[in-house]
T-cell receptor, first 117, second 115 residues
Framework: AQSVTQLDSHVSVSEGTPVLLRCNYS??????LFWYVQHPNKGLQLLLK??????LVKGINGFEAEFKKSETSFHLTKPSAHMSDAAEYFC???????????????FGQGTILTVHP | KAGVTQTPRYLIKTRGQQVTLSCSPI?????VSWYQQTPGQGLQFLFE???????NKGNFPGRFSGRQFSNSRSEMNVSTLELGDSALYLC??????????????FGAGSRLTVL
């Protein structure tokens, strides 16, 4: 079984300052990890994915995340926040080892990011 | 390339009624998954279909069902609606094999309100 814990339900930053959204995961197998973003009244958009290649993953819109197996973490960062980054962010784990779980994602509870001018 | 299309986008039903939601995946994507999103429970996996067969199922009652057609389009049905079924229902598609198998592309969702 796998699970995801997003450590902050709300994060507030000023425009131009760094963003850190924290995520810890638990998985019995080698996981695939993702960050998705959801803007109000919209569907989910993939920001980035980790699938056992490089541990530092770069995504869209300047976001990146680092996979740390020893800490079971996959934190999302961005050097400088923009007003358009305000949205809800979901850390997601998927397990594909030994079966056909391709479509079954386990979502964290989400972190709402607020960006102040 | 067109994205994942869900219809209808918004609908209102009353308790006891049933509802059918439709999802057209990205062309070439053979796997379709459904998720329910509510403020209290977050995003929860409903089921996944591949080649017209249900491949995975989440922990939802039998009132929730789905199917997939030969063109990969999918529908989900909720019978005997309850107030707690009010939610955003999201459909996602993927290529279902290879390195991109578990990368899901989501539609905008169907927002169901049960009165």
């Amino acid at each position: 079984a796998q699970s995801v814990t997003q450590l902050d339900s709300h994060v507030s930053v000023s425009e131009g300052t760094p963003v850190l959204l924290r995520c810890n995961y638990s998985s019995s197998y080698s996981p695939s990890l993702f960050w998705y973003v959801q803007h109000p009244n919209k569907g989910l958009q993939l920001l980035l994915k980790y699938t056992s290649a490089a541990t530092l993953v770069k995504g869209i819109n300047g976001f990146e995340a680092e996979f740390k197996k020893s800490e079971t973490s996959f934190h999302l960062t961005k050097p400088s926040a923009h007003m358009s980054d305000a949205a809800e962010y979901f850390c997601v784990v998927s397990v594909t080892a030994g079966g056909t779980s391709y479509g079954k994602l386990t979502f964290g509870q989400g972190t709402i990011l607020t960006v102040h001018p | 390339k067109a994205g994942v299309t869900q219809t209808p986008r918004y609908l209102i039903k009353t308790r006891g009624q049933q509802v059918t939601l439709s999802c057209s995946p990205i062309s070439g994507h053979r796997s379709v998954s459904w998720y329910q999103q509510t403020p209290g429970q977050g995003l929860q996996f409903l089921f996944e279909y591949f080649s017209e067969t249900q491949r995975n199922k989440g922990n939802f009652p039998g009132r929730f069902s789905g199917r997939q057609f030969s063109n990969s389009r999918s529908e989900m049905n909720v019978s005997t609606l309850e107030l707690g079924d009010s939610a955003l229902y999201l459909c996602a598609s993927s290529v279902a094999r290879g390195s991109g198998a578990n990368v899901l592309t989501f539609g905008a969702g169907s927002r169901l309100t049960v009165l």
